[in-house]
């Protein structure tokens, strides 16, 4: 079985133009959560892409990115 190779999805949110690196996990999260109108499915993606993209070259990126996405599902399942 040969590994799937990820391919990387834009989404229609808002550019983030830089947001993603300048605003720490929890301030990210808000956000998102602003500029996805509560989507969790886009919040997810959107984390979800960046851990996966990000894991190896770059862990302590993806460990906020994941920060962000527990963040986001904490405040939206309140």
């Known amino acids: 079985m040969a590994k799937e190779k990820l391919e990387w999805k834009d989404s229609d949110a808002p550019d983030a133009n830089g947001k993603f690196k300048n605003l720490n996990c ?13 989507n969790k499915k ?23 990115m994941a920060c962000a996405r527990n963040k986001a599902m904490k405040k939206l399942d309140k």
Do not use: E
Request: aromatic letters at 8%; charged letters at 30%.
């Open 26 to 38: 929890g301030d990210l999260a808000n956000w998102l959560i602003k500029s996805r109108k509560g």
């Open 42 to 64: 886009k919040i997810v993606g959107s984390l979800n892409q960046q851990i996966a993209f990000n894991k190896k070259k770059n862990p302590s990126y993806a460990k906020k």
